[in-house]
T-cell receptor
Framework: AQKITQTQPGMFVQEKEAVTLDCTYD???????LFWYKQPSSGEMIFLIY??????QNATEGRYSLNFQKARKSANLVISASQLGDSAMYFC?????????????FGTGTRLLVSP | DTAVSQTPKYLVTQMGNDKSIKCEQN?????MYWYKQDSKKFLKIMFS???????INETVPNRFSPKSPDKAHLNLHINSLELGDSAVYFC????????????FGPGTRLTVL
């Protein structure tokens, strides 16, 4: 069974607008973590934001925020004020367990294209 | 300062050859990983080492052999390369006490001809 689902293969947004990238997850572990990574065309994986299952507040990092809805098992990434440089693949990933040496399970990614 | 580095960045080789990819991290992390990203961009864990000990070994052919000489290094050796091994291989690292971060290297694009 797919543990991380990203249903949007591609998204388009105009510069300066906000965009939401969807991510749903499946786990029975009460302790888990959700990550978002950006992969630009140059290929590197850039860590964006993290949300822990016990975190009371939604995570924010600059223009990135994570809309965490635990009951719905969703962890959507919101990018505010999109920039041309935000055009990239975005991956949602989950770590099960509460230690730092657990593997990440990735979704299939969403390709975001920001137009002028 | 490079946090997680991999060499080489590109590797083109013939079927049947043996090749290695090296990974080093200077973050003081105690856990390192190898992930494979296929042509459809899907990323999947291959191996994980914590303090030089193998802790995760997904169903990877035994032609793939990771080696961790110390906590800061995790190398990947691949024997008898096959066409299907063509992919981007990412090294990553984390610390078992820092559950909210896992940093990736720049990736190694392996092409098997």
């Amino acid at each position: 069974a797919q543990k991380i689902t990203q249903t949007q293969p591609g998204m388009f947004v105009q510069e300066k607008e906000a965009v939401t990238l969807d991510c749903t997850y499946d786990t029975s572990d009460p302790s888990y973590g959700l990550f978002w990574y950006k992969q630009p065309s140059s290929g590197e994986m850039i860590f964006l934001i993290y949300q822990g299952s016990y975190d009371q507040q939604n995570a924010t990092e600059g223009r990135y925020s994570l809309n965490f809805q635990k009951a719905r098992k969703s962890a959507n990434l919101v990018i505010s004020a999109s920039q041309l440089g935000d055009s990239a693949m975005y991956f949602c990933a989950m770590r099960e367990g509460d230690t730092g040496f657990q593997k990440l399970v990735f979704g299939t990614g969403t390709r975001l294209l920001v137009s002028p | 300062d490079t946090a997680v580095s991999q060499t080489p960045k590109y590797l083109v080789t013939q079927m049947g050859n043996d090749k290695s990819i090296k990974c080093e991290q200077n973050l003081g992390h105690d856990t390192m990983y190898w992930y494979k990203q296929d042509s459809k961009k899907f990323l999947k864990i291959m191996f994980s080492y914590n303090n030089k000990e193998l802790i995760i070994n997904e169903t990877v052919p035994n032609r793939f052999s990771p080696k961790s000489p110390d906590k800061a290094h995790l190398n990947l050796h691949i024997n008898s390369l096959e066409l299907g091994d063509s992919a981007v291989y990412f090294c990553a690292s984390s610390h078992r006490l820092s559950y909210n971060e896992q940093f990736f290297g720049p990736g190694t694009r392996l092409t098997v001809l």
